[in-house]
């Protein structure tokens, strides 16, 4: 089936752009096609996705000028003097829930370029006509329901998520409290939906395969979030089986390490975690 190339979204820009007022005549890289090895397919099914978002800062302060200036790959986002904030760096389906690791990857190999002035709709989502055309050949085309392989559709189905998002105007770290922040502002979101990659300091949703939030996988989700001193309330279950919740002010506490696949959560508070019905450890 012949494809045109998508584009990934981006996310809240601190000054507020329509659709397609983030082209810029300065933006002219060229060179945005990707060559697909055929060793780089992987084609098998997803039951999850992620959406993942990027501060923009933090991404421009690693480059140098020469990277940055008219007609280079990250001009747009980095150089152009337009104020961007998260942006959205991928919409990637995941493998199988209880099998991570195993992602799809570039299902369809190689993908034509797509059109300039296709992608440049999507510029305020994503300010990069490179990154665009990356994550639709290497995640695009892999979505469960082939209906939304095709670019348009893809986008469409991208750019809704994208639109149910309350994003922060600032970058947030990794903790508990951040989470909180997603958790309070997104109400659609369910609870352990929110991860955080430490590594690339990107924030992370989960949704299932019928695009509704889900609690991220156990097994997937990046390293320290809700661990050790980032989780406010810690609940573990005893090796009886019973159901104890751990604040700060117990004398375990410290020493208290929450294993999510084995169903130990973190709380925000020692309410919430008796409403869910844990037990003040004794």
């Not at 510029?123 to 348009?152: A, F, I, K, N």
């Not at 409290?177 to 958790?183: E, N, T, V």
């Amino acid at each position: 089936m012949k494809r045109l190339l998508p584009l990934f979204f981006c996310s809240i820009v601190l000054d507020v752009f329509a659709a397609g007022e983030c082209a810029s005549p300065l933006d002219t890289y060229g060179n945005y096609d990707n060559q697909i090895p055929r060793k780089q397919i992987n084609d098998v099914k997803s039951e999850y996705y992620v959406l993942s978002y990027t501060w923009t800062p933090r991404y421009c302060a690693k480059l140098g000028k020469d990277q940055t200036k008219p007609g280079s790959k990250d001009y747009l986002q980095c150089g152009s003097g337009k104020q961007f904030g998260y942006v959205l760096h991928g919409f990637w389906p995941q493998g199988r829930i209880k099998a991570s690791g195993n992602y799809p990857r570039a299902c369809e190999g190689d993908q034509q370029k797509i059109d300039r002035k296709l992608l440049e709709n999507y510029l305020c989502m994503t300010p990069s006509v490179w990154l665009l055309q990356h994550e639709y050949e290497y995640h695009g085309t892999c979505m469960h329901d082939e209906t939304l392989e095709e670019p348009r559709a893809y986008f469409d189905k991208a750019l809704e998520l994208h639109n149910t998002l309350k994003l922060p105007d600032r970058e947030l770290p990794g903790d508990t409290a951040s989470i909180q922040w997603f958790m309070d502002n997104n109400p659609q979101f369910k609870q352990g939906s929110v991860q955080y990659s430490t590594n690339s300091k990107e924030w992370q949703f989960c949704y299932d395969n019928t695009f509704t939030s889900m609690t991220c996988p156990a097994n997937a989700r990046p390293a320290n979030i809700g661990q050790a001193d980032d989780c406010p309330v810690k609940g573990n279950i005893s090796s009886s089986g019973k159901k104890y919740y751990f604040t700060s002010a117990h004398a375990n506490y410290a020493a208290v390490r929450i294993s999510r696949d084995k169903g130990e959560k973190c709380f925000s508070s020692a309410e919430t975690a008796r409403a869910a019905g844990w037990l003040e450890a004794p």
